[in-house]
T-cell receptor, first 115, second 116 residues
């Protein structure tokens, strides 16, 4: 079945540093989504990517949809304390060929920022 | 509604009892997902409803778990004869896929289930 590998599992950085995390898939996806989850909350959508090679920014966040359609990365520039949380990638494949198009999540990257 | 609404927000139940968790998706969203998140873990896919298509139940961990979506809107996740390992946060999301299949899924706050 479809699997997503997300890395790193956790990061502990200094405020102001840039952060990068990525996800790779065993199969092709049509959509890549990046979410952030704060404690006790549901995941909140940060960035959505729909096209291979697409590079999209949302403030200090930048994400890219890999050319092979099997990977994506998320960068956070100039980190601040409120960036603390768990970041998840999620991918969705094509409907058909035995795939229902469900959304599959990576294992998450826990980010801690030291002021 | 403005967002995905889940109820109850917290549920404590005794081992062996049945529980029902409710999800009200964003109005007009045709796709609805249920996930389970154990403490400190990622999101485990449970079930996916898309319009009138047969639901993808491939993530349900056992036959004690079932879900339905009535009228293409509200969904109920039922866990029968609950076990302690069922304790987790159950998250619901909804989306409105485009013709090209693109989607943005939005999550509710989750229901924290504790089986004692």
């Amino acid at each position: 079945g479809q699997q997503l590998n997300q890395s790193p599992q956790s990061m502990f950085i200094q405020e102001g540093e840039d952060v990068s995390m990525n996800c790779t898939s065993s199969s092709i996806f049509n959509t890549w989504l990046w979410y952030k989850q704060d404690p006790g909350e549901g995941p909140v959508l940060l960035i959505a990517l729909y096209k291979a090679g697409e590079l999209t920014s949302n403030g200090r966040l930048t994400a890219q949809f890999g050319i092979t359609r099997k990977d994506s990365f998320l960068n956070i520039s100039a980190s601040i304390p409120s960036d603390v949380g768990i970041y998840f990638c999620a991918g969705q494949g094509n409907h058909g060929s035995g795939n229902t198009g469900k959304l599959i999540f990576g294992q998450g990257t826990t980010l801690q920022v030291k002021p | 509604g403005a967002g995905v609404s889940q109820s109850p927000s917290n549920k404590v139940t005794e081992k062996g009892k049945d529980v029902e968790l409710r999800c009200d998706p964003i109005s007009g969203h045709t796709a609805l997902y249920w996930y389970r998140q154990s403490l400190g873990q990622g999101l485990e896919f449970l079930i996916y409803f898309q319009g009138n298509s047969a639901p993808d139940k491939s993530g349900l961990p056992s036959d004690r778990f079932s879900a339905e979506r009535t009228g293409g809107s509200v969904s109920t996740l039922t866990i029968q004869r609950t076990q302690q390992e069922d304790s987790a946060v159950y998250l619901c999301a909804s989306s409105l896929p485009t013709l090209s299949g693109n989607t943005e899924a939005f999550f509710g706050q989750g229901t924290r289930l504790t089986v004692v």
